[in-house]
C-alpha cells in the first residue's frame, strides 16, 4: 500500500466520522436532555449529570402525550393501509391498461408531487372546512393520503412493469378470476415495492406538521408533532420534557427504519429496473 492510497483510506474515513457526527450528535443531545435532571438548568453539558426518567413520566402523564402518539398512530397506520391499496390498484392501470392520455397522467402524478405543501395550507383548509373534516383524524388522513399518492404511484407501476403478462395470462388459464391474480400472483411480486411506498407513507403522516397544527383546535385530536408544541410556553421552556417527547417522536421510527432498510433499498432499486 502507497502513501497516496493510505492517505486517500485515511481523508475518507475522516469525512464519513466527520458526516456521522454531524447526524448523530443532535440525535445524542436529545436523548441526553430527555434523560437528564438539570435539563432545564440553562447549562448544556456534553454528559447527563443526573440521570431521571421524570421528563418521560410528566410527558406520557400530565403532558397528554399518550393521547398524541396514539393519534398519530391511527392517522399513519390509515394513512399507509389507503395509500398502498390505492397506488396499487393505479400502477396496475398504469403499467397494464392502454388508455388515452397515459403518459400525460403518469406527468402529472409527477407534478403533484411537486408542489409545495405550504402552497396548499389555504386551499385544503377551506376545503375541509367545506367537507367538515377540521378537527377530525379522517381529514388529515386524506390529505396525507393525497401528498403519498404521487410516489406511490410511480414507484409501484415500475415494479408491475417488470412483471411479465405472461404470468397473469398463464394464471387466467388455469382458471384464476382477476381478483384470485391480483392477490395470489401480483401482490406477493409488487410486495418489496409496496413496503418502500408504506414506508414514505408512513413518514409523510408521522412528521407532517402543517396541516395537523392547522386543521386541529381540539387539543384531544392533535397528533405528536403538534403535541410537542405545548411545552413551549411564553413563560419559559421546559427543555426537558421537549427531548423527551422529541424521543418518543424519534425512537419508533428509526427502530422501524433499521427494521426495514435493506427492503427499502432493494426495493427502490427493483422498482427502477423498468420505467
Do not use: C
Request: glycine share 6%; hydrophobic share 60%; net charge positive.
Amino acid at each position: 500500500m502507497n502513501g497516496r492510497t493510505l492517505m486517500g483510506r485515511v481523508l475518507t474515513g475522516a469525512a464519513v466520522v466527520g458526516v456521522l457526527f454531524f447526524t448523530l450528535f443532535p440525535v445524542y443531545l436529545m436523548v441526553s436532555m430527555a434523560v437528564d435532571a438539570r435539563a432545564n438548568d440553562g447549562k448544556r453539558k456534553l454528559l447527563p449529570t443526573d440521570f431521571t426518567l421524570k421528563h418521560f413520566s410528566f410527558v406520557l402523564d400530565e403532558g397528554n402525550f399518550t393521547t398524541y402518539l396514539r393519534n398519530s398512530v391511527l392517522v399513519a397506520v390509515a394513512t399507509v393501509v389507503v395509500s398502498g391499496l390505492l397506488a396499487l390498484l393505479a400502477a396496475v392501470a398504469i403499467a397494464r391498461f392502454k388508455f388515452r392520455f397515459r403518459t400525460s397522467v403518469l406527468i402529472l402524478v409527477l407534478v403533484v408531487q411537486m408542489v409545495p405543501m405550504e402552497a396548499l395550507v389555504i386551499p385544503l383548509f377551506v376545503q375541509a372546512k367545506d367537507l367538515q373534516l377540521l378537527d377530525k383524524l379522517v381529514g388529515l388522513v386524506v390529505v396525507y393520503v393525497a401528498f403519498s399518492l404521487p410516489f406511490a404511484i410511480w414507484i409501484l407501476r415500475g415494479f408491475v412493469a417488470t412483471i411479465p403478462k405472461e404470468i397473469e395470462e398463464a394464471a387466467y388459464v388455469d382458471g384464476a378470476s382477476w381478483g384470485r391474480m391480483f392477490w395470489t400472483i401480483l401482490m406477493p411480486l409488487v410486495a418489496p415495492g409496496l413496503v418502500a411506498t408504506s414506508i414514505f407513507s408512513f413518514i409523510v403522516a408521522w412528521n407532517e406538521f402543517i396541516f395537523a397544527l392547522t386543521f386541529m383546535t381540539d387539543e384531544s385530536r392533535y397528533t405528536a408533532a403538534v403535541g410537542l408544541r405545548e411545552f413551549f410556553t411564553a413563560y419559559g421552556n421546559d427543555w426537558g420534557a421537549i427531548m423527551a417527547g422529541s424521543t418518543l417522536i424519534t425512537v419508533p421510527v428509526m427502530i422501524f427504519f433499521v427494521i426495514v432498510q435493506r427492503r427499502l433499498s432493494s426495493g427502490l432499486v427493483a422498482g427502477a429496473v423498468k420505467g
